[in-house]
């Protein structure tokens, strides 16, 4: 009597656990990339309200003349530096947001701009940073 195995390989592929897989993986990484912590800066971009302000910022361009040199200008008169802070106190008193611009050359040092940054932290306006045009 002839003894018959019954072990047949069987050539069926199960792809329901590769589709559960496929799901927790969705999930876990669904639920990580929302507890991301963006390190961005915290920047303040301007808002656009389609009207023209009541009266246009204060603006203060610096020119560069040597590496120890820097002429300031506020509005299109020359000023000095310490004098800056009160003609921009003086002018932007009654304004309910006071702004004002900043117009470096671009081979000023870093410092000395920073400077007239460090005057608008101080009384608490806002600065909008520019570049003269070529």
Same mark, same amino acid.
């Given at each position: 009597?002839? $003894?018959?195995?019954? &072990?047949?390989?069987?050539?069926?592929? *199960?792809?329901?656990?590769?589709?559960?897989?496929?799901?927790? @993986? !969705?999930?876990?990484?669904?639920?990580?990339?929302?507890?991301?912590?963006?390190?961005?800066?915290?920047?303040?971009?301007?808002?656009?309200?389609?009207?023209?302000?009541?009266?246009?910022?204060?603006?203060?361009?610096?020119?560069? $003349?040597?590496?120890? &040199?820097?002429?300031?200008?506020?509005? *299109?008169?020359?000023?000095?530096?310490?004098?800056?802070?009160? @003609? !921009?106190?003086?002018?932007?008193?009654?304004?309910?947001?006071?702004?004002?611009?900043?117009?470096?050359?671009?081979?000023?040092?870093?410092?000395?701009?920073?400077?007239?940054?460090?005057?608008?932290?101080?009384?608490?306006?806002?600065?909008?940073?520019? &570049?003269?045009?070529?």
């Amino acid at each position: 009597m002839a $003894i018959k195995r019954n &072990t047949k390989v069987t050539t069926e592929f *199960s792809s329901s656990s590769m589709s559960d897989l496929v799901f927790l @993986l !969705l999930i876990f990484f669904l639920i990580t990339s929302t507890l991301i912590n963006n390190n961005a800066l915290d920047l303040l971009l301007p808002k656009s309200t389609n009207q023209v302000p009541q009266k246009p910022p204060a603006d203060v361009s610096m020119k560069y $003349i040597d590496a120890e &040199t820097v002429e300031y200008f506020f509005g *299109s008169k020359p000023v000095l530096l310490e004098e800056l802070e009160p @003609l !921009l106190q003086d002018d932007l008193k009654d304004n309910p947001e006071p702004t004002f611009t900043i117009s470096p050359d671009e081979r000023i040092a870093v410092g000395k701009v920073v400077y007239v940054m460090n005057i608008a932290k101080r009384n608490g306006y806002k600065v909008l940073l520019s &570049t003269i045009p070529e």
